[in-house]
């Protein structure tokens, strides 16, 4: 919460009121039933489309490092939490270790992290300026500036020791008790001896300042040596241990500044949420006409050196990657014209090969998409839809959707075609629905398929038959390529 609800502009109080809301819904509530994403989605629709979407949009395309340094990158941790910037570069450690380790799926590495990730601890320099928090026993031989000691009321052993002892002339283990005299008293005397050994430990680790506090409660009052000695100690020194005391002369407080007042006291605005943090380097929210953020968008511009000799065509499948590329693009208002626009306007900006005639291809492009947008099942596709959704098979082999949409009751695949329709793209969605059948076990009732031909402006419904689930396996090994992640892009 405090790394996204900083950013967003959502207080921590909004968030928790929200979660607490929800929690509380009966099970016939007409808001709930949708999953913690949708809902979240239908409360905060600005957050989720400024800051979530395109983490969502991308699921499955990235691994955990690059996720994670994408999100410390779009909340802009490092700057507005420079103080702990050690502790970032060492999660992005660890998650690059998981990485190399194999774990190269967020949900991997979300497992190794609630397994393992409270023994990760973070090196802790020398020179950094730091509140090094420790035992006494580990601060023997160091010293520092400050100290500060904040308990003295340790209570004593409540399980002593098992001792032998003579009854009757026979040999007894038995706990150390008073009734056993001088050896129980001896043995007190020596904890309370180490207790104050430890103390002075304590005590001389500062250079410059001690802040101690005398601390209690009824029950250590009762069983605590060490507040005892600490007490015996003061007193013979004429030291009110109930009352404040100060050796030497206490250096002066720095005046708070302007830019400490504005971190520790975050700014509200009327309607109770957080205002984002006043900083020349913040993040602008994105305008209409502007491009939408997406993770790892610095790829695009990667320049590709081709042998100029070579001439260059415009091929079927590289005009498929174009309509692929401004159909990621696409987000629905229900003005489809203007959507389309945006779409084509944002995917020809960011396609990285040249497209001949620009201006009569966007217009082809703004048109088949502005019918793709018009269809009355679209604005659910894109509301419940994940984009490039990967499968893999018994074999390891990943199958990649263009369009997976699941709305809790049916999944179904969708995949975009240019181009004449083929019985190869109607078998491979059946490939596609006999995998998810039985991945999620909803058999071939739950599953169904959709194909887009968009240069035919036709929809094609596609079924999964019996018969494909139980040849499934055979199939896999023997019809579909080892790695089909990229049929998303065949014409």
């Not at 991308?58 to 994670?68: C, F, H």
């Not at 004593?156 to 002339?169: K, Q, S, Y």
């Not at 596709?381 to 199958?399: C, K, L, N, R, Y």
């Not at 023997?478 to 049929?487: G, K, L, M, R, T």
Request: hydrophobic share 40%.
């Amino acid at each position: 919460m405090e790394l996204f609800g900083g950013i967003s502009g959502l207080s921590d109080r909004a968030l928790r009121d929200w979660l607490a809301d929800r929690c509380a819904r009966p099970a016939d509530d007409p808001r709930g039933g949708k999953g913690l994403l949708a809902d979240f989605r239908a409360a905060f629709p600005v957050a989720w489309e400024t800051w979530l979407a395109p983490f969502y949009a991308r699921a499955g395309l990235m691994g955990p490092y690059d996720t994670v340094r994408e999100i410390f990158e779009r909340f802009r941790v490092a700057q507005r939490h420079p103080e702990d910037i050690g502790y970032v570069r060492r999660f992005l450690e660890v998650v690059h270790n998981a990485e190399s380790r194999g774990l190269t799926s967020l949900a991997t590495f979300l497992e190794f992290w609630v397994e393992s990730g409270g023994e990760e601890k973070v090196p802790m320099p020398e020179a950094m300026d730091a509140v090094r928090v420790m035992t006494m026993h580990k601060s023997k031989g160091l010293e520092f500036p400050v100290v500060v000691i904040p308990f003295h009321h340790q209570p004593d052993r409540t399980d002593p020791p098992l001792v032998v002892a003579e009854l009757d002339g026979q040999p007894l283990l038995a706990p150390l008790c008073p009734e056993m005299g001088d050896r129980y008293h001896q043995a007190q005397a020596a904890a309370a001896a180490e207790k104050l050994h430890l103390l002075y430990v304590g005590w001389t680790r500062p250079v410059d300042e001690l802040h101690a506090y005398v601390t209690s409660t009824p029950f250590a009052e009762r069983s605590s040596s060490l507040l005892a000695g600490v007490r015996a100690l003061l007193t013979g020194c004429d030291i009110d241990t109930a009352q404040e005391y100060v050796a030497g002369v206490v250096p002066p407080a720095r005046e708070a500044t302007q830019e400490d007042t504005a971190r520790a006291v975050p700014q509200q605005e009327e309607n109770g949420q957080d205002a984002p943090p006043a900083s020349s380097g913040a993040t602008p929210t994105p305008q209409p006409d502007a491009a939408p953020w997406r993770p790892m968008q610095w790829l695009p511009r990667l320049k590709i050196f081709r042998n100029q000799l070579e001439e260059f065509t415009f091929t079927e499948r590289r005009r498929g990657m174009l309509v692929h590329a401004c159909l990621e693009q696409l987000r629905l208002t229900g003005t489809p014209d203007q959507d389309a626009a945006r779409a084509v306007a944002h995917g020809m900006r960011a396609f990285p090969l040249p497209v001949p005639e620009p201006e009569a291809t966007a217009n082809e492009l703004t048109a088949m998409l502005a019918w793709l947008a018009a269809l009355p099942q679209a604005a659910h596709w894109f509301t419940h839809g994940v984009p490039e959704q990967s499968i893999m098979d018994a074999q390891g082999s990943i199958h990649r959707t263009d369009l997976m949409v699941d709305d809790g009751e049916t999944c179904t695949v969708v995949e975009w075609k240019t181009g004449r329709p083929s019985d190869d793209h109607v078998a491979q969605v059946r490939r596609y629905l006999g995998l998810l059948a039985e991945a999620t076990g909803r058999g071939p009732g739950g599953v169904r398929g959709v194909l887009v031909y968009l240069d035919g402006r036709t929809v094609q419904p596609v079924a999964l038959r019996t018969a494909d689930t139980s040849t499934q396996n055979a199939a896999s090994l023997n019809d579909a390529p080892q790695n089909d992640a990229n049929e998303g892009h065949r014409p």
